[in-house]
């Protein structure tokens, strides 16, 4: 199987990656009337998708802003000052991103695949100029990104203690803060101490 993951405007690529994460959204996490189709963040966000051949399998949305940026990821649009919670990572004067609506296709979830496009994410944030990405899931998904980052060789930090706002419609779902780090160097095996949030 060929696997290409590209950042992508193709119009039908992006249709196909809407449709996957509004099938799994609804039956993944039981949030039944959840639209998956193209919104106002999507449209100022980056849209990374795995495909074979013209079939789009997976996407991801990367919603970044620079240290000169006035817009804010989601999670900073939802209430949460991430430059005061995590003060070790000196977003103030750091580009980051948030990873959002990540969704594969059922039937292509191997570890092979999910290591490929992890790794993608990895690669098409660093291009964009993002030293660190944030994600919001659940602790089993954190557990999984922080498995395939010491895969690749990144590190990557659950933040426990953190209250996280829910995204509208998202409420009752556990929400959990993941921090990625692009630059390899980073990666020490477990000689690293935690990340620590300021509640």
């Given at each position: 199987?060929?696997?290409?993951?590209?950042?992508?405007?193709?119009?039908?690529?992006?249709?196909?990656?809407?449709?996957?994460?509004?099938?799994?959204?609804?039956?993944?996490?039981?949030?039944?009337?959840?639209?998956?189709?193209e919104d106002a963040r999507d449209r100022r966000s980056h849209i990374l998708?795995?495909?074979?051949?013209?079939?789009?399998?997976?996407?991801?949305?990367?919603?970044?802003?620079?240290?000169?940026?006035?817009?804010?990821?989601?999670?900073?649009?939802?209430?949460?000052?991430?430059?005061?919670?995590?003060?070790?990572?000196?977003?103030?004067?750091?580009?980051?991103?948030?990873?959002?609506?990540?969704?594969?296709?059922?039937?292509?979830?191997?570890?092979?695949?999910?290591?490929?496009?992890?790794?993608?994410?990895?690669?098409?944030?660093?291009?964009?100029?993002?030293?660190?990405?944030?994600?919001?899931?659940?602790?089993?998904?954190?557990?999984?990104?922080?498995?395939?980052?010491?895969?690749?060789?990144?590190?990557?930090?659950?933040?426990?203690?953190?209250?996280?706002?829910?995204?509208?419609?998202?409420?009752?779902?556990?929400?959990l803060l993941g921090v990625g780090y692009h630059d390899a160097a980073c990666?020490?095996?477990?000689?690293?101490?935690?990340l620590q949030a300021v509640a």
């Amino acid at each position: 199987m060929t696997l290409t993951c590209e950042l992508t405007k193709d119009p039908a690529l992006l249709a196909q990656y809407y449709r996957i994460r509004e099938k799994c959204f609804r039956r993944e996490l039981g949030i039944e009337d959840f639209d998956g189709s193209e919104d106002a963040r999507d449209r100022r966000s980056h849209i990374l998708i795995a495909r074979v051949g013209s079939r789009c399998i997976a996407g991801t949305r990367i919603t970044g802003r620079h240290p000169e940026s006035l817009h804010p990821v989601p999670l900073e649009d939802e209430g949460l000052d991430l430059v005061a919670a995590l003060p070790e990572l000196r977003l103030a004067e750091s580009s980051f991103c948030q990873w959002g609506r990540l969704a594969v296709a059922p039937e292509y979830r191997t570890p092979e695949v999910l290591r490929r496009y992890c790794n993608a994410m990895i690669d098409a944030s660093r291009a964009l100029g993002y030293a660190y990405s944030v994600v919001v899931t659940d602790i089993n998904r954190a557990r999984l990104y922080k498995r395939l980052f010491s895969a690749l060789g990144y590190r990557y930090d659950i933040v426990r203690g953190l209250r996280i706002p829910a995204e509208a419609g998202f409420d009752g779902l556990p929400h959990l803060l993941g921090v990625g780090y692009h630059d390899a160097a980073c990666f020490a095996a477990d000689t690293h101490s935690s990340l620590q949030a300021v509640a």
